[in-house]
Structure formats: C-alpha cells, structure tokens
C-alpha cells in the first residue's frame, strides 16, 4: 500500500476505483452516481479516476437523481459486473426502494454511507439515521472508525458480498465530514494489491442472454417466505467470510484488520461504553486517562451492527456489572423511552443471553453536535454513580 494524506471520500473513491478494476479480466464494474452533501467527493474521485483511464473495463452512469443511482448498480451488479456508489442522508432516503431491491435481488454492492441528518430541518453533520432506517433489509452494515478502516473494509466488502455462501450488499457508514472531509495518513491499496486481494466477480445468477428469466416477478407467499429465511441464514455466513477476508487481507498486506466486534481494556471493566464510529476514538483516550486513575473503564466497539456479531458481544460485556451505551442516533417513540438504535441492540442481546446488566442509553451527537472527551467523562461519572438505569438520557439538548 502507499500512504498519502487524504480524505476518507477520497480514500473510499480511490478503493472503489482499483476494486472495480480489479475485476477486469471477468465482466468489469460499473456505477451509478449523484452527489450530495457530503459525499459528493467520493464519487468525484471515481469520475476522476476514470477519466484519468484507471478503469479499463468500466462505466459511470451520472444519473438524475439517488433512486436511479442505485437502478443502474443494480443493472451493472445483475449483468455480473462489480458495483459500488456513495450516498448521505435525504440521498438515502429517495434511493430507498431500490437499496430494497439489490438486497432482495441478492447483488453484491458495496455504498459507502457518509451518515449524515435527515431533514427537514436540513442539516448536514453527522447522525447515523441514514444508514439505520436500512438495518433489517438484509445489508451487511459496518460503521468504520477512521480513514483506514474504511479503505481496508471496501476491499473485504467486495470479498465479502460476493462470496457465494453470503451474496449479499454491504453499507460502509462513516460520520460525515468528522471522517469525510478530515484528512489523516491513509494506506491505499495498489491496483497489483487490490488483483491480489479480490478474487473475480462470479455472480451465480447474473443474466444470461442464452436464458432469459424474470427478475423481480410476482410470486406467492411461500417462495417469499422462503427467500427471506435463505436471507436470514446467508447473513450467518457472513463471519465465516469476513474471517477469510481478514486471513486473505493478512496473507497480501501484512497486517490483520479488527474483528466485527472491538474491545478495549474490557476484560476487568467494572464501567463499559458500548460505542460506534468517531465516538470510538475520543471515548479509547478518555478511558486511558481514567486507567491512570485506577479506575477500571473499558469500551466495546460494535462495529459491524448487521449481522449483529452476538456471541463476540455477549462474551465481552459479560464480566461487566454496569453499561452505558452512547448513540448518535434516535428511536423516536420507543419502549421504555429507550431512544438509542445501538442500546435497543444492546439490551435485547444482553436479556436474550441472560445476562442481568444495568444498562443505561445516552443519546449523544444529535445533529452533529461534538462528542466531546469532557462529555464522556461526565457519562461515566454519572454511571459510577447511578442505582438503576432509566430512560435514554439526552445530551447536549
């Protein structure tokens, strides 16, 4: 890999680009794009790329609008070619049938999700709203934490969703512009790494000319049915796959990317914060800072939310009697008044396991808002010392 100092769009177009054009020798790649705040750099560094003649075998559709973005991935992915886009927020949203479809087609597309407030009122920081409307409709969903995840995980998403025993879209979600715009060291893969890595698209049921089927016709009740459990049990392959990714991605680069849970200083724990993304990294300094007190801190990072890594979960929280779960997302009008998506996750997986927890949601970042280490450091102090957890405190508001 050479390392250059750029963003996390550019990063995510750059990987995109030699992905893409790692499966020239097979039927090429293709994408639909449209720029939106604050992605639109993402798919600028692909058009660039392209006209700079990095895509020997491939096509950029500049589309109208986000719904026909994600049409024309879908019409490169069903034809067997590989398929990447971009996207953020209200963009999302518009595209939404058809993020639908290529999951219910079964195409192995990779977008980059740039999470960022839906609006109205309009906003363009981060929220993780975007991407969560779209957590139970059969993507692979993994919240990246730096630049350098991100592009390590372009390259195993492809490896990922296209393998046979998954075949299936992934969503890789970055906090905007506190990752998007933020330029840091980046090592981005080589064109000769990324033909190492990836091996060729061969999309079982692309269309064949010679046969031509129906796609996406009418069916009866239980061929849907049935469809959605084969679904349901291919997305339990997904950490089979992901662990001959990150063996492969060892075997060609030299080092090991995190597994789809992430634990720090956790073992002994008697405070966790269960996070996500950026928050992440302010949350790993504040706990060093309280370790040197003594205090015994430690953090889970959920970094793949679907599937949901359960077992890796439920064995790292489980020497820890009280949890904070911190959140730049909401559940309007949930049970209990428990408004974090990830602490909803967190407390059924937990119940589910049998494992007796205080539990306490912060919903934090709302809108953008900073997440700030004074911030989290008063969470812990108000976890210390809290008797019972109650509903979702809001902070910042």
Not at 235 to 247: H, I, K, M, R, W
Request: overall charge negative; charged content about 20%.
């Amino acid at each position: 890999m050479k390392q250059e100092l750029c963003t996390a769009n550019y990063a995510g177009g750059w990987t995109f680009t030699v992905a893409g054009n790692a499966n020239r020798k097979a039927r090429g790649c293709g994408s639909g794009i449209y720029p939106i705040t604050p992605q639109t750099e993402v798919v600028e560094t692909v058009v660039a790329l392209n006209e700079k003649g990095m895509l020997e075998k491939g096509r950029i559709f500049h589309v109208e609008s986000e719904h026909s973005a994600m049409a024309a991935c879908i019409g490169v992915s069903i034809e067997g070619a590989r398929s990447f886009t971009a996207t953020s927020s209200n963009g999302a949203a518009y595209m939404a049938e058809n993020i639908l479809c290529a999951a219910l087609y079964r195409l192995p597309i990779v977008m980059q999700v740039v999470n960022r407030t839906l609006g109205p009122p309009w906003n363009i920081w981060a929220e993780q709203g975007d991407s969560l409307m779209f957590r139970d409709w059969g993507w692979i969903q993994i919240y990246c934490e730096d630049n350098q995840e991100l592009v390590d995980h372009v390259l195993m998403s492809f490896f990922i969703s296209e393998n046979h025993k998954v075949l299936l879209p992934t969503m890789l979600c970055v906090d905007a512009f506190i990752l998007s715009h933020t330029m840091m060291p980046t090592l981005l893969p080589t064109q000769e790494e990324a033909d190492r890595y990836l091996p060729l698209l061969d999309l079982p049921h692309r269309l064949n000319p010679e046969k031509p089927v129906t796609v996406g016709g009418l069916t009866q009740p239980r061929v849907t049915a049935s469809h959605r459990k084969d679904m349901e049990r291919d997305l339990g392959n997904v950490f089979e796959v992901y662990t001959s990714a990150q063996d492969r991605f060892e075997e060609v680069f030299g080092r090991r990317p995190s597994d789809p849970i992430v634990g720090y200083k956790h073992e002994d724990a008697e405070t966790l914060l269960i996070t996500s993304s950026t928050i992440s990294s302010t949350t790993r300094r504040v706990i060093d800072e309280r370790r040197a007190k003594g205090e015994k801190v430690g953090m889970v990072r959920i970094k793949m939310l679907r599937p949901f890594p359960t077992e890796s979960f439920v064995n790292m929280c489980k020497n820890a009697p009280k949890i904070g779960v911190l959140d730049r997302n909401t559940a309007l009008g949930a049970p209990h008044g428990i408004a974090g998506i990830f602490a909803q996750e967190v407390i059924a997986t937990l119940a589910f396991a049998g494992q007796k927890k205080f539990i306490q949601s912060y919903v934090v970042g709302i809108g953008g808002m900073d997440v700030t280490a004074p911030l989290i450091h008063e969470i812990i102090d108000e976890l210390v010392c809290a008797e019972t957890p109650g509903p979702s405190i809001w902070k910042g508001v």
